[in-house]
């Protein structure tokens, strides 16, 4: 059928449950709750647990956590998934730099600011186009905010305690 993984077909707890249905099946196995930290990739990379883990640089810890963690996993062979998190397209950017500069990237990558109601982000567009995104132009994340969006979330916050 063409499948390209199953994605944590295990409890997160067991690392030694995922190796054994990788070595039980003939699907690829991704591990994605139970990889959260370098030391989480280190742990299946080095159990053979998986074809490819899916990691979040919010659960991994921030974005020089997110590059340990797929540096570990280049070291033994493993490619990664950029798991989304709709937060905002400020988030969405930082991940796409992440993931133009991971080596081992693999396909079915996600960016989801496109799920809020409102964004802070004015330019660019961060639609895909036929499935991707482009090289980003502007310096830093490449993005510009759109101040009055960013005002009306801080109002909101103040108010509410939320974005």
């Known amino acids: 059928y ?14 030694t449950a995922l190796r054994q249905v990788r070595e039980a099946v003939h699907v690829p196995v991704a591990a994605d709750q139970a990889v959260h930290t370098p030391a989480d990739v280190y742990d299946v990379v080095r159990q ?3 074809d490819a883990v899916v990691l979040s640089p919010h659960e ?21 998934c950029l798991h989304g998190q709709s ?9 796409h730099h992440l993931g133009l500069s991971t ?3 693999t396909d079915g990558n996600q960016i989801m600011h496109q799920l809020l109601a409102e964004d802070l ?11 991707k995104l482009g090289l980003p132009e502007a310096p830093g994340f490449g993005v510009e905010l759109d101040r009055d969006a960013v005002a009306r979330a801080a109002e909101r916050y103040r108010r509410e305690g939320r974005p």
Request: proline share 8%.
């Open 60 to 80: 991994a810890g921030g974005l020089l956590a997110f590059r340990k963690a797929a540096a570990i996993a280049e070291a033994g062979g493993v490619p990664v």
């Open 87 to 95: 937060v905002s397209g400020i988030t969405d950017a930082a991940q």
């Open 121 to 131: 982000v004015d330019s660019p567009d961060l639609t895909p186009q036929r499935g």
């Open 103 to 105: 080596p081992n990237l």
């Open 2 to 15: 063409g499948i390209d993984w199953v994605e944590q077909p295990t409890t997160l707890l067991s690392v």
């Open 48 to 50: 053979r647990a998986a």
